[in-house]
């Protein structure tokens, strides 16, 4: 028997699993991102969803670039931070100990302790009440060896995860 819940969000989230926690770059920039999604495939784009209020969304608006770095579980530390206080208030970099690195095809930088860099060129943004999604093209892509995409921190309702281990193929 299916049990109903009411139509606020925090009970509705509480249903879904955890989704990928992702540090973002856009100027000299960080923030913690939980709103990471694909929309198309051919070409590949992705999208981050930022609330009006960020300092990151007038970045984004200036630059319309970004880099997804995909954090493990080693800078939990720097992914609450980046999460907690504003780039309007000083150089998040330094503050949470993290080191800017070049980019390939992009005006923003990565975070060279991240395991995954994407690079995107805004391309479109979709508006809605609260939150803007910056949606583009992946235009290039590198990941330091070893890293698995599946083994990338997770974000829940109340704990940060690690993906579990493979019940069955595809």
Known sequence: MA?????NPQPVLSLLPPYPIVLVTTGANIITINQVAYFTFSPLRVGIGVAHTRYTYGLLKKTWAFVINVPGADLLEAVRLCGSVS????DKFARA???QQHSDLVPAPGIAECGAWIECRVD?????EERTWFVG????ARRREGHEGGQALMCGREAYTIPGPVVGPR
């Open 124 to 128: 479109r943004e979709i508006d809605f």
């Open 87 to 90: 780039g309007r208030d000083g």
């Open 97 to 99: 100990g993290l080191t």
């Open 137 to 140: 093209p992946v235009v290039a």
């Open 3 to 7: 049990i109903s819940v009411p139509l």
